[in-house]
């Protein structure tokens, strides 16, 4: 399933309390703290309104998920559709899943969306 866009969840990610914004899972996120700063995850558990598990299924695999503050993210506004169904169906999500839903979604960010932000076109959030 192709990713989604949520066009009022582009930028700093906000307690799940705040529909907008919100962060659930599938979302992709770019990191803007640590080591791994500027490096793209989906999100594959919500641990509480500030902490949430992501993963790349390369690095940081699905089974061992990094643990990330949500001040140290930032939502890219796209969500992995078929991600965020396996897991809502209480299905096996695997690191291929998230690998081929990541690639698919970065390649759309980077294609679609930020060379209209270069431009111009959308204000910086």
């Known amino acids: 399933m192709e990713g989604t866009e949520h066009p009022g969840t582009t930028g700093r990610l906000r307690p799940s309390s705040d529909s907008r914004g919100a962060v659930q899972i599938g979302l992709l996120?770019?990191?803007t703290q640590g080591r791994d700063s500027g490096r793209y995850y989906l999100v594959v558990g919500v641990e509480s309104?500030?902490?949430?598990?992501?993963?790349?299924?390369?690095?940081?695999?699905?089974?061992?998920?990094?643990?990330?503050?949500?001040?140290?993210?930032?939502?890219?506004g796209l969500i992995a559709g078929e991600v965020r169904d396996k897991a809502l169906?209480?299905?096996?999500v695997t690191n291929n899943d998230v690998r081929k839903?990541?690639?698919s979604l970065v390649e759309k960010l980077e294609s679609e969306i930020l060379p209209i932000k270069e431009v111009g076109l959308i204000p910086d959030g």
């Not at 299924?57 to 089974?63: C, D, Q, S, T, Y």
């Not at 169906?89 to 096996?92: F, I, P, T």
């Open 29 to 31: 996120v770019r990191s």
């Open 49 to 76: 309104d500030t902490k949430v598990r992501v993963a790349d299924g390369e690095l940081r695999k699905v089974e061992t998920p990094k643990r990330k503050n949500i001040r140290h993210l930032k939502s890219c």
């Open 89 to 92: 169906d209480a299905k096996r």
């Open 101 to 103: 839903e990541l690639k």
